[in-house]
């Protein structure tokens, strides 16, 4: 039985490729279909609008790598397309045979850039070129080994858009190689062998010295320098015991450490730049910069104490030079934290912090106003100025009232500090000492800072649900269902997020009788006719004396799950609503949810009966006192005028008997 | 002048029946605990409401006070009509002799030719009415509680027991209970903070209280003035003398006197704070 199912299939697929290959054949075009248009040197074509010259060189194609290659092998949208075809191809996708070097390309810088559609971004063909392209070994090649550096130069050339543009933290790049001991070894000598820019980056895979799957990280480059300096640690044994050299390339100076990237030189690692040679001149306290005379002391002690405690000093000190007496002489910038710190250097330069910087601000932190110099710590040590319980203060000597940031603030939050420290996550995370609690910059982040306007801010109001949810992730998801989140509410209104009801900087307990409270008020911000009627009835009113046993806006309507009535999941839909009265009526029924929750008597046609019965009322009330109060004022001069009356009938009758009284008196007095 | 004629021990009118004295002195203090827990609800925006509020010790236990006070009300009520129901076996032998006799409660021609007189003499057309032993505006506040325990009882029931209400009533009623009983307690507070205060106590001839209706005595003197009609009656029926008693000590009359005034004094505080509300706070 299964074999003949395996005979039956055969013969099935066998027919079918008999039948496609044959339709193939048909419409296949030959390269000289192609070059019958494009092998006209006036032939143009346009790409995005632009017109261009589409044509093919026939002989430099068939001397080509790729000349035994049919057109629409690369061009595979033309395949069975009818000729003349569009213009307009899609672009080659060299990936179809080339995939292990696409897939590097595209997680190496120069992908990455492609990615964000960065117009600088360079593609195969920038550095392969397109129809003739030529083998490494070739000298005409852009790429043998000879023509690297010019090929890398076209961009990373000092002056070129990329070096002026993007972040590159070498300068000098192609002078500086070209006069190393590499470059002229290669241009000069003419030695092949000598290391071009792609031994050291790699070709495809070319990455920041950051990231530590690149060829240039602090691990990897001792693996690098050995594919040509084997056994290099026999020769440093002045220097290091060879023994760690490869096992723990991180705890030993790397090679870079000494023989700087493009600089490489003999004479260099003869005078050695190590930090010693920096504290011949900087362990001394009375040390003095002569331009401005601020100290120039270093406590190598902070250092070896601190983050950094294997960074050498001119790998910050980058621009240092051996060559010279005072190597530092040819310092001109300021250390640039960003050559090693380079993403969060990119998140820097976007936030607020950064801009300022950029304007040259007197204002504006840098990396140093915050994490201190020589000593920098990492948050995670309480000693460190940026450790949790310090970053309220840290962020204070600018942001406390009167300070520098607060007085160009013009937003409407005020004393930040004394607020936070009183909320909830103040002091959670002063009196309470939770350092997992928020903090400044768990909302605001730390390097992103922005205002609330911007939309790229963590506080924007579009973000601020997860920026919250970070930590209250269940709030986050319930809210998002709600219908106050943006995700299902539907209105040009604009909808509240977490701060427009807990605030910012005030944020309190929610099971705080003042928060309960207070969260009426919030809600009738924007609802407000429905939490003025509220207060018209019971439980508004109680709960505006002060109490909050009776039912608030979010016993019955919920607080983060919020949802229209109309939803059947609504604690006030016509499936739960007496079940919601019961949580504090336990006797309940559909009738008593009949009950009118923000009733006015206001509204005659929302509310008839309420109207009529209140005006009814109020009829009987003023008609019952103008009756009451007319027969009252009518009354009241007769009444004064009687007393008078009566007083002086009883002063007439009483005047002859007031002697005999007195008598009387005295008599019973004895 | 009065002063002197009680002390010396001249025997005076009995007014108002022991029972009858119990059952007033009780609806005060029922009344204003009433009046206080209730118009701190109905004023709650006002900050007198909130402070009142927190004095008696918090809605719930304002709540207590307010629904044990109108029990005690509704057992007055009770009392009265049990009352009724006595004197018509002992006093009066039929509902006839007591509805329609010289002393009923009810309006009569007599009343209608008495309030005609006196807005005659409001408007010095004729001379003051012989009033007899109930005035219409008496009748008028006898009424009136009947009307304001039914009214304001009946809602307040509702309002109580909610739940009980509405397995018949639909929950809307709830809230035109809610109007009813407000509104109608605010009228019978004003109104008896007012107009009775006046009618009763603060007419020139009584200022500043009349105390009849806790010592239940008045001097002849002025019995004869203020119910002519009753004084002659009895005078020619020769039924003065069986009416009259002795008077109370002087501390009775001063204790009396102290809870009169903290009666009247807590019932202008409750008009100041219910018209300070309604006039610059009413929303």
């Known amino acids: ?670 | 002048m009065e002063i002197a004629t009680t002390s010396t021990g001249e025997k005076e009118f009995l007014r108002f029946s022991r029972l009858n004295r119990i059952l007033h002195i009780l609806m005060i203090v029922s009344f204003i605990s009433l009046a206080l827990t209730g118009m701190t609800l109905k004023f709650s925006y006002t900050g007198w409401a909130v402070f009142l509020s927190h004095i008696l010790g918090g809605f719930e236990s304002a709540g207590i006070i307010h629904r044990f006070a109108a029990v005690v009300m509704f057992g007055i009520f009770f009392t009265h009509v049990y009352d009724l129901f006595r004197r018509k076996r002992t006093e009066f032998g039929s509902w006839k002799n007591l509805f329609l006799g010289p002393n009923t409660m009810l309006f009569t021609k007599n009343d209608l030719h008495d309030f005609t007189g006196s807005l005659k003499w409001f408007l010095n057309l004729g001379p003051r009415p012989q009033y007899g032993r109930w005035t219409y505006w008496e009748k008028f506040d006898y009424f009136a509680v009947f009307w304001g325990v039914f009214v304001i009882g009946s809602t307040g029931l509702m309002l109580w027991f909610p739940e009980i209400f509405t397995l018949i009533l639909p929950g809307e009623l709830i809230n035109v209970a809610t109007i009813i009983h407000s509104d109608e307690a605010l009228l019978a507070v004003g109104f008896i903070f007012t107009v009775h205060f006046f009618n009763t106590h603060l007419r020139p001839e009584k200022f500043p209280m009349d105390i009849v209706i806790f010592t239940g005595r008045m001097t002849l003197e002025e019995f004869k003035q203020d119910k002519p009609r009753e004084y002659n009656e009895l005078l020619e029926k020769g039924k003065l003398e069986e009416n009259l008693v002795e008077p109370y000590q002087p501390i009775v009359i001063r204790s009396v006197k102290i809870f009169g005034w903290i009666a009247l004094s807590l019932g202008f505080s409750i008009i100041v704070w219910i018209v300070y509300a309604m006039i610059f706070a009413y929303r």
């Open chain 1, 1 to 670: 039985m299964i074999s003949f199912l395996k005979i039956y299939c055969t013969i099935i697929f066998r027919i079918i490729f008999f039948l496609t290959a044959t339709a193939a054949s048909l419409v296949a075009q030959e390269n000289s279909d192609c070059l019958g248009c494009h092998g006209d040197r006036s032939a143009t074509g346009t790409r995005k609008g632009k017109t261009i010259s589409v044509f093919v060189d026939e002989k430099k194609f068939s001397d080509a790598i790729h000349g035994t290659l049919t057109c629409i092998s690369c061009h595979a949208d033309l395949e069975s397309k009818e000729f003349p075809h569009e213009d307009d191809l899609k672009p080659v996708n060299c990936g179809t045979c080339h995939s292990s070097e696409q897939e590097l390309h595209t997680k190496s810088l120069h992908g990455q850039a492609i990615a964000r559609g960065d117009a600088l971004a360079p593609d195969c063909i920038d550095c392969h070129s397109n129809h003739d392209i030529l083998p490494a070994k070739n000298p005409r090649s852009p790429i043998s080994p000879l023509k690297i550096p010019f090929l890398c130069g076209k961009c990373h050339l000092e002056g070129s858009p990329v070096q002026k543009q993007r972040t590159i933290h070498q300068d000098h790049i192609l002078e500086n190689f070209s006069e190393s001991i590499h470059g002229q070894g290669l241009l000069k000598k003419g030695l092949i062998v000598a290391p071009n820019c792609a031994t050291c980056h790699t070709s495809h895979s070319i990455l920041r010295h950051t990231d530590p799957y690149s060829s240039i990280a602090r691990k990897n480059i001792a693996k690098t320098c050995t594919q040509c300096h084997a056994e290099i640690e026999m020769v440093h044994r002045k220097v290091i015991k060879g023994e760690l050299w490869e096992k723990e390339a991180n705890v030993l100076p790397a090679c870079i450490d000494c023989h700087q990237p493009h600089k490489v030189r003999k004479v260099f690692y003869d005078q050695g730049m190590a930090d010693k040679d920096c504290m011949r001149c900087h362990d001394k306290s009375e040390i003095k910069s002569s331009k401005d005379s601020r100290s120039l002391y270093v406590n190598y002690n902070e250092v070896k104490l601190s983050r950094h405690l294997n960074v050498s000093c001119s790998q910050c000190h980058s621009e240092v030079n051996a060559s010279h007496i005072r190597p530092c002489e040819t310092i001109t910038k300021k250390v640039d934290c960003a050559s090693c710190h380079a993403e969060i250097g990119t998140q820097y330069l976007k936030s607020t912090h950064g801009q300022l910087m950029a304007k040259n601000d007197a204002n504006a932190p840098i990396c140093k106003e915050c994490h201190g110099t020589h000593g920098v710590l990492g948050k995670s040590d309480p000693k460190s100025s940026t450790f949790a319980t310090n970053v309220p203060v840290l962020c204070a000597r600018c942001h406390r009232e009167g300070r520098k940031a607060a007085t160009r603030y013009t937003g409407d939050e005020h004393q930040i500090i004394e607020h936070y420290n009183e909320s909830i996550h103040g002091k959670g995370l002063m009196k309470s000492g939770l350092t997992v609690t928020a903090m400044c910059t768990n909302c605001h982040t730390a390097h992103s800072v922005l205002p609330h306007a911007d939309t790229a801010s963590s506080i924007n109001p579009k973000n601020i649900p997860a920026t919250c949810g970070k930590c209250h992730h269940g709030m986050q998801e319930q809210f998002e269902q709600s219908i106050h989140s943006k995700l299902v509410g539907k209105t040009d209104k604009s909808l509240p997020v977490c701060a427009d009801c807990h605030s910012a900087h005030t944020i309190r307990r929610a099971d705080e009788t003042g928060f309960k409270l207070d969260i009426m008020q919030k809600c009738g911000r924007c609802h407000e006719d429905i939490a003025k009627t509220y207060f018209d009835t019971y439980h508004g009113k109680v709960s505006q004396l002060g109490y909050t046993k009776t039912a608030k806006c979010y016993d019955c309507h919920g607080s983060h799950d919020i949802l229209a009535i109309s939803d059947p999941k609504s604690r006030l839909s016509h499936d739960n609503v007496v079940g919601t009265c019961q949580k504090c009526h336990a006797g309940a029924s559909r009738r008593f949810a009949g009950y009118l929750t923000h009733a006015t008597h206001h509204d005659p046609k929302k509310y008839p009966f309420l109207f009529w019965t209140f005006w009814g009322m109020t009829s009987l009330l003023i008609g019952t006192f103008i009756l009451g109060g007319i027969h009252t004022l009518l009354w009241l001069p007769r009444a004064l005028k009687m007393q008078r009356e009566i007083k002086k009938a009883h002063l007439k009758k009483e005047e002859p008997q007031e002697k005999q009284e007195k008598d009387k008196d005295g008599n019973s007095n004895n």
